[in-house]
C-alpha cells in the first residue's frame, strides 16, 4: 500500500514537522488510513467550536502548483472530487461506504511527490473581525487538541497566531484596532502557512499575543487560514 500504516500515527501532531513518509505521484493513498488519521479530530472530547479540521495534500518540492487540482475519492460504484485550496487542503468525508471499500485516494493530475497530513486551524470569521480574547482561547484549544496526540508538547504555550493570504490576494493584511480607536497595520512577510510546508511564499501575518486581550484584529481580505503557534 503506498501509504503506509504509520500515517495514522504520525500526524495526530499537526503543528510540528510532519514525519509521514512521501507518498510518490502517481500512486493512490488509502482512504481507510487518511480517515483513521481524520476522525481523530472528530473523536476529540475537548473543547474545538473555534476550530476547523482539513485535510492537506502537501507537494514536496518547491513551486509545485495546486491549482486546479482535485483530490479523487475513487471507488467501485461512485466517485467523489475534492477540490483543493491553494494550501492544498479540502473537507474530508468521513463515509462508511468509502472506509468499507477502502476506496483510492488519487489526484487529478501529478504534482510530484506529496505528503498526505491532517491540518487544523482556526475558524474564520465571515465579517473578518477577530477578538484577541476569542483567538487566544482557539489557540488553547488548538494546543489541547495537539497535546492529545503527541504528549511531548506538554511543556509548549500559547504564542500567538499567524495568518496566510492567498498569492493574488488584493489587500493581504491585518489591522490591529485598539480599544482607545487607534489601529495599527501589522508587517506583511512571505512564509509558511503550517511547519513543515515546502511553499514559504505566501503572505503572512503573525500576531503575538501581549497583554491587552480588548484589541480587535480586522483583515482586510479574506485569509486562507489562521495558524495557531506554540513555542
Known amino acids: 500500500m503506498p501509504l503506509a500504516s504509520h500515517l495514522t500515527a504520525c500526524c495526530t501532531s ?4 510532519s514525519a509521514c513518509a512521501p507518498v510518490a ?11 483513521r488519521a481524520m476522525v481523530v479530530f472528530e473523536k476529540y ?9 482539513q485535510l492537506q495534500v502537501a507537494p514536496q518540492e518547491r513551486g509545485a502548483s495546486l491549482e486546479g487540482v482535485q483530490l479523487t475519492l475513487a471507488g467501485k ?36 511527490s506529496f505528503n498526505v497530513r491532517p491540518r487544523v486551524s482556526i475558524a474564520l470569521q465571515p465579517d473578518g473581525v477577530y477578538e484577541d480574547g476569542e483567538l487566544r482561547a482557539a489557540c488553547e484549544q488548538a494546543l489541547g487538541f ?18 496566510v493570504f492567498a498569492k493574488k490576494a488584493l489587500e493581504a493584511g491585518v489591522r490591529l484596532h485598539r480599544p482607545d480607536g487607534s489601529d495599527l497595520m501589522l508587517p506583511v512577510a512571505p512564509g509558511i502557512a503550517f511547519a513543515g510546508d515546502a ?3 505566501f503572505p503572512t ?23 495557531p503557534l506554540f513555542d
Open 146 to 163: 495537539a497535546r492529545y496526540g503527541d504528549g511531548s508538547l506538554r511543556t509548549r504555550q500559547c504564542s500567538g497566531v499567524r495568518f
Open 45 to 53: 472530547g475537548g473543547q474545538k467550536n473555534y476550530l476547523q479540521s
Open 199 to 201: 511553499d514559504d511564499g
Open 205 to 227: 501575518v503573525l500576531y503575538r499575543f501581549a497583554g491587552n486581550e480588548k484589541v480587535q484584529l480586522v483583515t482586510s481580505y479574506p485569509p486562507l487560514a489562521i495558524v
Open 25 to 35: 505521484a502517481g500512486e493512490w493513498v488509502s482512504y481507510r488510513d487518511a480517515y
Open 14 to 17: 499537526f503543528l510540528v514537522a
Open 77 to 112: 460504484t461512485n466517485q467523489v472530487n475534492l477540490p483543493l485550496d491553494p494550501l492544498g487542503r479540502t473537507p474530508f468525508p468521513l463515509l462508511k461506504g468509502a472506509y468499507d471499500e477502502n476506496v483510492a485516494l488519487l489526484l487529478s493530475r501529478k504534482i510530484g
